[in-house]
């Protein structure tokens, strides 16, 4: 039995070091969106905006050192296209999390919860494309 466990953990080690560094990120996230949106008293969709900076900044190192295991030093090329990948999961966020509160009336921190997992999802898929392109560069 232990063995197995062991298997499924190294056969899965990259998907589940993505999962544990994804919601470490969408902590950051979360509570920066929260100080800034209901501490600081900034717009919602602004409060996104810096709680997104704060998090790429922490996931750049975080999925670069511990989930996809880059083998080369952080360079200011891999880190605009990181940034450049993940600005597709912010426009999307953005705009559902303008569409669940404006729209439909959800609660900012409830929408911003809603959407977590598929931001997830999709910075697991954009990230891909940075560090696996680099791995062994």
């Not at 232990?2 to 190294?10: A, D, E, G």
């Not at 409060?47 to 997104?52: F, P």
């Not at 750049?60 to 083998?71: P, T």
């Not at 929408?111 to 910075?123: D, G, I």
């Amino acid at each position: 039995m232990t063995s197995k466990i062991i298997v499924l953990i190294t056969r899965y080690r990259e998907q589940i070091s993505y999962l544990i560094v994804g919601c470490i990120t969408t902590l950051v996230n979360y509570i920066a969106f929260a100080l800034l949106t209901h501490i600081a008293g900034f717009y919602y969709l602004l409060s996104n905006i810096a709680a997104w900076t704060a998090a790429v900044i922490f996931s750049y190192f975080a999925n670069g050192q511990w989930v996809y295991r880059s083998a080369s030093r952080r360079s200011l090329q891999e880190a605009v296209s990181f940034v450049l990948s993940r600005l597709f999961s912010l426009g999307l966020e953005t705009l559902l999390l303008f569409l669940l509160v404006s729209l439909l009336g959800i609660g900012e921190m409830a929408a911003k919860l809603l959407l977590a997992a598929l931001v997830v999802v999709v910075n697991y898929l954009t990230g891909l494309l940075v560090f696996k392109s680099r791995k062994g560069a």
